[in-house]
């Protein structure tokens, strides 16, 4: 059996890239496709959930897909340093890639606002960790005063490389499918995630790889939900931190995706959220990051809604983020556990045997 060799090297004909790029990997992709048999049960209307759980790629998000391709051109291009703003993952795949790569990484992270194992992973990766006072919308436009005047490469996903990765997500649900789903469910912050699958769609399509294509159903915070709202949140605020963006960069594409593909962009609540993210682990065996579970947290809601048409309908969630990253918030839905003295009755005492 064939070695998988990462993104660039399984999509190569789909990515600009020449013999002469060197290419930068962790062997990111190949993540599963998983059957949420018990959550489609659930929702009934002979809807099929399938997880696309992003949370198994070498720094535990799809952030990965899309570093692959700009670390890879970065290089190429002679780059010494790259910097990133982030609410957490883009700075973990970032500083994980310049370290495989032997560059330097400077991410810029808001103060206060970043998930636990996702600042863990930006500091022993060896980046230069620079929390800022702010919103990460603050912490971007300094990054972008930075890229604009100093010789340094920003791989935030206005860098088109990281659009490029990123699109192989689509390929791989298509390759493992055999057609694109009735329906795409994925949670939006900065908003290049469901540029990027639309765009990975549409070229697959247009290639003959498949048949059909989805509607694009992204999900938004609902305190931090710009595109919905139609106008630049300033403070935004959602326990998902992920997605806690109040100016998304990729605005319009994101607008466009939801257009082209007839799909939709809505809000969720943190109550749907958590409600998603703990279905998910309890029902499924899952444990995707609060922010991931924006997806599922939309579905519900749409399914309540009776949006979902008549006929064979797969929807597609990506999970964007392992659950690990945010060990707190983990904890803080769960309780606590029970502690007990070293005796057997204490113990059958608690399960109740
Ligand atoms: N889910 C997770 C776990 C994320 O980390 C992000 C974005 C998103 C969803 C939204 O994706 O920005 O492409 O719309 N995280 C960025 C970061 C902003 O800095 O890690 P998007």
Redesign the pocket.
Known sequence: MAYWKGVIEEYRPYLPVTEKTPVITLKEGDTPLIHARNISRKLGNGLEVHLKF?GLNPTG???DRGMTMAMSKAVEDGAKVVV??????????AAAYAAHAGISCAVFLPHGSIALG?LAQSLIYGAKVIAIEGS?DKALKLTRELADKHPVTMV??NNPYRIEG?KTAAFEIVDTIGDAPEYHA???????????YWKGYKEYHQKGKARQLPRMC?FQAAGSAPIVEGRVVEDPHTL?T??K?GN???WKS?EAARDESKGVIEAVTDDQILEAYQMLAALEGIF??P??A?SLAGVIKKNKEKYFTEGKRRIVC?L??HGL?DPDRAVAVSGKPAVVKPEMDEILKVLKL
């Open positions: 992003e998000s799809f952030k990133c703003a982030s609410t957490g993952n883009t700075s973990a795949a996702k990460f935030n996903s990123q994925i949670p939006v912050g900065n908003a290049g995630n469901i540029t990027a992204g998902a992920a997605i963006i998304p960069f990729s994101a995707c990051e922010a991931s924006a990506t964007t983020g990253k």
